[in-house]
């Protein structure tokens, strides 16, 4: 039997660096990155009635409402593409709750990331982070500089990376990660955060690559 595709959950604080992670890992592993803050952003793109709602608790650096954050969330992982590649969900679960509702649809990842860094590095990463609204790519004026003045010219900030916003958002960080973190103990990886960003995706790397033979030799298939 085939082995059935990867399933996984990165998590770590606000700049923790999960998204520049994501783009690594879905380069070489081919899963479907899933965003909870880029959905998001996209229904606030749209103007849509849960957009505008959305915005007000991102502006304080709080939880979205589950009423539209888990649907969300849910509908995009069992969409037939996420399904059939396996799939990279990137900031969710943000609570037990969330936590609880992946468990009530049966959604349960193969390892869970865990992305360590120390606090003066995400408030550095945070007021630094620029993005490119015509690929989506992250960028970081002193750590991954833009690589021409195009590019330099048209990149732009998030609305919530002012270092006051950053404060808020680490505060609702540390009141739920326990919370989240007891659901996954056992399949918790734990990476350290603070080196370069190609130092941090050799120990995810490693640990995909050990998950995935695993599956292989559980499936028999090898
Ligand atoms: P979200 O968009 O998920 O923001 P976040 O968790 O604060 O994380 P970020 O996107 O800020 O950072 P990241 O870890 O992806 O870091 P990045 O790779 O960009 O959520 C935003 C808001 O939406 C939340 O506050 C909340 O309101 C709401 N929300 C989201 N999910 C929700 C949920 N489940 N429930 C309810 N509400 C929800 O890196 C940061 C910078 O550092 C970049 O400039 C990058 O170039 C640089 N960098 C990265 N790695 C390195 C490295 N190793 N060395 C040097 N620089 C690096």
Not at 38 to 44: K, Q
Not at 57 to 73: R, T
């Amino acid at each position: 039997a085939k082995a059935e595709p990867l399933k996984v959950i990165i998590s770590g604080a606000p700049a923790s660096g999960k998204g520049t992670q994501c783009e690594l890992i879905t380069k070489k592993y081919g899963l479907v990155h899933i965003s909870a803050g880029d959905l998001l952003r996209a229904e606030i793109a749209a103007a849509s009635e849960n957009g505008k709602l959305a915005k007000e608790y991102m502006e304080k650096g709080q939880l979205v409402p589950n009423e539209i954050v888990v649907m969300m969330v849910k509908e995009r992982l069992l969409q037939p593409d996420s399904q059939q590649k396996g799939w990279l969900l990137d900031g969710y679960p943000r609570s037990s709750s969330q936590a609880a509702a992946l468990e009530d649809y049966g959604i349960r990842p193969d390892v869970f990331i865990l992305l360590d860094v120390s606090e003066d590095v995400l408030v550095e990463r945070v007021v630094g982070r620029r993005l490119d609204p015509l690929t989506g790519k992250i960028y970081h004026l002193k750590y991954s500089p833009p690589e021409n003045n195009e590019i330099s010219s048209r990149l732009t900030q998030r609305f919530d990376d002012t270092e006051e916003k950053v404060k808020l958002r680490l505060r609702t960080h540390h009141e739920n990660v326990d919370d989240v973190l007891s659901v996954y103990k056992d399949i918790t990886v734990k990476v350290d955060g603070n080196v370069a960003k190609e130092n941090v995706f050799e120990q995810i790397d490693a640990a995909l690559t050990h998950v995935a033979e695993q599956r292989k030799v559980n499936s028999g298939s090898l």
